[in-house]
């Protein structure tokens, strides 16, 4: 008996593992999207059924099993639709297994579990830990008073029913231990490794993040023969605002520069802070024309734009911004950066707040520039 429990507690965490494993990108909150809550709820009731399975057969038509702990872990983080979908899933089970008056007490048992759950997570205003073992009291109360219901005799069962709140208690307490703990592990996990993608001032990609998304766009490019652009903007006279203004100005400046950035660039655009001054926008999909109009609308809006600095001071800017566009003829793909750099280094040369577009974009031996 206490063997089947012990397997029962085994399954429970073993399966709760993989589940976070498969989803720690999209965990269940309360907050979740539908979609989210009705697949948790699911996969709680067949963690449930797959414990039914492996239960402890109290009498003939009575088992016992933890089936009621997905339950209430999916209550506790979830609420009241995840919850339902997993007692529906598990009352379904128990029918499969036997259609008897045990499963027919299970019914309202596993519906009762559910709409409490779903009050004391939902209503109750408890720590999570208190909130957790309110949880855990609650169902087994409920599972008690079933088993209490189809049994002639409740003396000859209370030596099951011991081990069962022991196992509910324990297991219980353990599985909440353990995925709080792969949780928070998870939750540094992609901290850290957001951080490493990130620039910690604008929040826009990294050069590190510059350079994978760099490669792996043209590479694609290159097998689809399409077209991928790349833009390099570079803040006019930046040394200006913080020797006139110091650098956390400076700083200001840059992140509400990177905010226009963001508003002005596509959805699949790979927006980035190359360093400094230095911004970066790799163009997927984007021939040498687009890009023109893209860089050039970032131009105007730049020096159209009021930027704010402490104590509602307000000051313009303006950006060079050099482009270089890949057509898949050319021999070297990978110098696609090089141009663009290039294209802005010759914006700087040539009075600033301009576009400038690489030579071999334009299929011509000289750079091109675009008036204001």
Not at 191 to 200: F, G, N, P, V
Not at 234 to 246: E, S
């Amino acid at each position: 008996m206490l063997s089947d429990l012990v397997i029962n507690i085994s399954i429970l965490m073993s399966f709760t593992f993989i589940w976070h494993q498969l989803f720690r990108h999209n965990r269940l909150t309360m907050n979740s999207p539908l979609k989210i809550k009705l697949l948790d709820g699911l996969i709680a009731g067949l963690l449930g059924i797959i414990l039914m399975h492996y239960s402890i057969q109290v009498n003939e038509i009575t088992i016992l099993d933890l089936r009621h702990i997905p339950v209430v872990l999916v209550a506790f983080f979830g609420g009241f639709i995840p919850t339902l979908v997993s007692v529906i899933v598990i009352s379904i089970g128990r029918f499969l297994i036997a259609y008897n008056f045990s499963s027919v007490v299970s019914l309202f048992m596993m519906f009762t579990i559910a709409f409490g759950a779903s009050f004391i997570s939902l209503r109750l205003r408890l720590t999570p830990w208190v909130k957790w073992l309110t949880l855990l009291v609650y169902s087994q109360t409920i599972f008690s008073l079933a088993l209490y219901i189809v049994v002639d005799n409740f003396n000859e069962v209370l030596d099951f029913a011991l081990y069962h709140v022991i196992s509910t208690m324990v297991g219980g307490t353990l599985i909440y231990h353990f995925v709080n703990y792969i949780r928070l592990n998870s939750e540094l996990y992609l901290k850290y490794k957001e951080s490493s993608q990130r620039d910690s001032l604008t929040g826009l990609f990294n050069v590190r993040s510059f350079d994978y998304y760099y490669n792996s766009i043209l590479t694609k490019t290159m097998e689809m023969k399409g077209d991928c652009s790349i833009c390099i903007i570079d803040v006019d006279h930046f040394k200006q605002i913080n020797d006139t203004y110091g650098h956390l100005a400076g700083d200001q400046v840059l992140k509400q520069l990177a905010n226009l950035l963001k508003s002005l660039t596509r959805e699949g655009d790979v927006l980035s802070r190359n360093g400094g001054e230095e911004f970066s926008i790799i163009l997927p999909h984007c021939n040498h024309e687009k890009a023109k109009e893209i860089a050039e609308r970032i131009r105007r809006k730049v020096e159209e734009e009021p930027f704010y600095l402490s104590g509602n001071k307000q000051i313009n800017l303006t950006v060079s911004v050099g482009i270089a566009a890949y057509y898949h003829e050319l021999e070297k793909p990978y110098t696609l950066f090089q141009e663009a750099d290039d294209a802005l280094y010759h914006a700087k040369r040539n009075g600033r707040n301009i576009v400038c577009s690489s030579s071999r974009s334009i299929r011509d031996t000289h750079s091109v520039i675009l008036n204001n």
